[in-house]
């Protein structure tokens, strides 16, 4: 695969905040937008939309957010755009990192048809899938992508579409990286954007993915007393936990220490939420905001021992997969309605598209634009999966050794209405989420057989016409199983080997081998 010359794709230099850019002006356009919501669902439309924007927050869980429930104020911001917007009440991503997830966001197929779905199959995004980027760019939109995700790199396939894919460098540095974001994209707008074009902008925060660093210090609203040894210095903190979890090992873990994360986590959304309110409030003063459909999504959740396990990728239970959806139409007649009806994150692509009068057939999601009219949307199943899956052995979870080549174990889940059947390794588990959110009560043992049967037959069919369609890419080269390799260990998550400081993989060491340590973002 190689990288296109028709189209930009450049790495920014890591920008340090600027005093001369300050909270005061987002707290004006906070008290503004209160301030025009207080007649909410009266006002005029604003206009037919001319634009998309799309802002990602990694490992964001919707129920650490106060529009969906949560009681800390981690999200003033967000959930003043959410009251001017549109709120899916009950969605969920397809998969529980990041690269599978942003392939289902990309395109609205289902991790196993666009096959990016674990280092180990060492393939890329198909280049013969199309991306929003790409239908947006073929009908005359500027496209442009900041990304702080450092695994997201060119080499994944995600690029496609983009005029401009700038990955922001300067992760785990103690900085404020949501800060550096915006100041990449501000740039691209001051000097590269052309003030009136169809613009699609895509805008990936890393916070607040751990190590939790907090560059505002808001966990110490709801944590001031935590002497333990989880304090978000240095990138390995929370890494060597899930590392010791991942060999089978104790983490070492305690109540505090998990009240103690949690709070950090919250700071690290409190955080961001302010630096989505700075970008909100730049693409308001450039007339951007008021022409675009904006969408505010997640790629994945994060668990913190509510099954065992930390971080995210190693299964799907609710708290991995429950994400935010979030969507402003600037020509919405009532504002802050919220759709009830569960939905996916393969729905965004097929939204926008109509939205935007592009026909595409063949995708895997479907438009929400009459569930945003408050049209009922019809029933039908749900589907997540992650092919990092842990096992459970002698009580704890911990990640198989994959050898390269070897099948590659995966947990599956099917969401039909309230019931969800997970299977992993021939273990079946039956929720019922409308009595048990969280997932405790496993009905599988003593459950309606028929009913498990049902689920499973239809998990079963989905997961062979997924396989059936599954789209062709070309393997990765020698070059570029190295530099995702590269990536995979500047992140902390694949082992780098001793003796092997040269070209990161020379030694025959590739990713998806029994070094990776199951999370790869």
């Known amino acids: 695969m190689s990288l296109p010359t028709r189209r930009r794709v450049f790495f920014g230099m890591a ?211 935590y002497d333990g040894p989880f304090t978000g210095e240095g990138r390995r903190t929370v890494q060597n936990a899930f590392v010791k979890m991942r060999d089978g090992e104790d983490p070492q873990l305690d109540t505090r220490d998990l009240e103690h994360l949690r709070a950090r986590y919250d700071g690290e959304i409190r955080s961001v939420d302010e630096r989505v309110a700075e970008l909100f409030t730049r693409l308001d003063e450039l007339g951007i905001y008021d022409e675009a459909i904006v969408v505010v999504t997640s790629d994945h959740g994060e668990q913190f021992f509510e099954h065992d396990s930390l971080k995210h990728a190693t299964t799907v239970y609710q708290e991995e997969i429950t994400v935010p959806l979030i969507v402003r139409d600037p020509s919405q007649k009532k504002r802050g309605r919220v759709v009830a009806d569960p939905v996916e994150t393969i729905d965004i692509v097929p939204t926008v598209l109509e939205r935007f009068g592009i026909a595409v057939n063949d995708l895997d999601g479907r438009s929400l634009l009459g569930a945003m009219r408050g049209e009922a949307l019809p029933a039908r199943p749900r589907y997540a999966v992650t092919h990092h899956a842990w096992v459970r052995e002698d009580g704890r979870f911990r990640r198989p050794r994959v050898p390269v080549g070897a099948a590659v174990p995966a947990q599956w889940a099917i969401l039909d209405g309230d019931d969800k059947l997970l299977v992993r390794e021939g273990v079946v588990e039956l929720y019922d989420l409308a009595r048990d959110p969280g997932e405790r009560n496993d009905l599988a043992a003593g459950g309606d057989a028929a009913r498990i049967a049902a689920l499973r037959e239809r998990l079963d069919g989905w997961r062979s016409s997924q396989e059936a369609a599954r789209i062709p890419a070309d393997p990765f080269t020698r070059t570029e199983i190295d530099r995702v390799r590269t990536a995979l260990e500047e992140l902390g998550y694949v082992e780098k080997r001793e003796g092997d400081d040269s070209d990161g993989g020379a030694s025959g060491t590739e990713p998806g081998d029994d070094s990776d340590d199951g999370d790869s973002r």
């Not at 600027?18 to 439309?45: D, Q, T």
């Not at 990449?184 to 954007?193: A, C, G, H, I, N």
């Open 15 to 225: 920008w340090m905040r600027s005093v001369g850019v300050g909270r005061f002006a987002i707290a004006l356009w906070a008290l503004a937008l209160a301030a025009g919501l207080a007649g909410c669902g009266s006002g005029e439309p604003a206009g037919e939309p001319r634009h998309v924007v799309v802002v990602l927050i990694d490992t964001l869980r919707a129920d650490h957010m106060g529009c969906y429930g949560y009681a800390r104020d981690t999200t003033p911001n967000l959930d003043a755009f959410a009251a001017d917007a549109v709120r899916f009440e009950r969605p969920n991503a397809q998969a529980s990192w990041t690269l599978a997830s942003l392939g289902s966001i990309f395109t609205s197929f289902y991790p196993p048809k666009h096959g990016l779905v674990h280092p180990s199959r060492r393939t890329p995004l198909p280049s013969a899938s199309t991306t929003l980027a790409e239908y947006l760019q073929d009908a005359g939109f500027a496209t442009a992508a900041f990304v702080a995700n450092g695994i997201v790199i060119p080499e994944t396939g995600l690029y496609q579409g983009f005029d401009v894919y700038e990955q922001i460098r300067g992760l785990y540095a103690g900085r404020d990286e949501a800060d550096l974001v915006n100041r990449e994209v501000f740039e691209y707008l001051d000097t590269d954007y052309s003030p009136g074009e169809p613009l699609f902008l895509y805008v990936h925060y890393m916070d607040p993915h751990d190590p939790y660093t907090d560059p505002d210090d808001a966990y110490l609203q709801w944590d001031t007393d």
